[in-house]
Every structure is written in C-alpha cells, then in structure tokens.
Nanobody, 127 residues
Framework: QVQLVESGGDSVQAGGSLRLSCAASGVTTSNYCMGWFRHVPGTEREGVASIDANGSTTYADSVKGRFAISQDNGRNTLYLQLNSLKPDDTAMYYC?????????????????????WGQGTQVTVFS
C-alpha cells in the first residue's frame, strides 16, 4: 500500500524559506516521477515541481528560480525547498507519485499522470 506523508509546512513571513518533506512507503520514489502540487480552496490544484526517475526536474513558471525539488533515495523521501516566499505561495502543498490511470498534470511543459497523494501540509506566507 502506497503512503505519502508530507511535513514541514508552517507560517512564514514573505521572503522566508521552508523545506517540505514527503516520506514515502510502499513505493520506491526513485523509480517514478514524483511531484509537488499546491491547492488553494476555490481554485484548481497546481503542479509546482516534478522530478523523474533520471533526476530531471521541471518547475511551474511561478516558482522557477525560487523552489527546488530533490529526493533522498536512501530515505525514500522527496523534498521541496521553498525560498523567497511570497503571499501568493500560500496553499496546501501535496506530494504525489506517478501512476496510470491517474490525473494528468503538466508541470513546466512536461505532462505526467499522478495517482497517489499525501494528505498535504499547509504553507502560509504573510506580508
């Protein structure tokens, strides 16, 4: 059974940084494309960053240059480093693993099916 558990969300002042973690079990993250997403109530869930099995990364234009996705294969954990945070970055952040069938997302122009989701971790950025 695949389980993804996010952590690291917090309230932070604009300009600050956070590191989100996504601990995975039941799936070897390095074998699949993994992604970070965010959701604000009343809007559609947005793909933020992805990393594929070769370590190639993609980012949404809105976070490019500020966020960095990485993974620790030994710990089977995915990370998202958030720098230069803005109030617009306020959202619930989720990690997900590639799965077909699933939901199709394009992140930075690269489309992938994602199907297993964590419960999310809240990031709030205040000015």
């Amino acid at each position: 059974q695949v389980q993804l558990v996010e952590s690291g969300g917090d309230s932070v002042q604009a300009g600050g940084s956070l590191r989100l973690s996504c601990a995975a079990s039941g799936v070897t993250t390095s074998n699949y494309c993994m992604g970070w997403f965010r959701h604000v109530p009343g809007t559609e869930r947005e793909g933020v960053a992805s990393i594929d099995a070769n370590g190639s990364t993609t980012y949404a234009d809105s976070v490019k240059g500020r966020f960095a996705i990485s993974q620790d294969n030994g710990r089977n954990t995915l990370y998202l480093q958030l720098n230069s945070l803005k109030p617009d970055d306020t959202a619930m952040y989720y990690c997900a693993t590639q799965r077909s069938p699933g939901t199709y997302y394009k992140i930075g122009g690269l489309g992938t099916w994602f199907g297993y989701w964590g419960q999310g971790t809240q990031v709030t950025v205040f000015s």
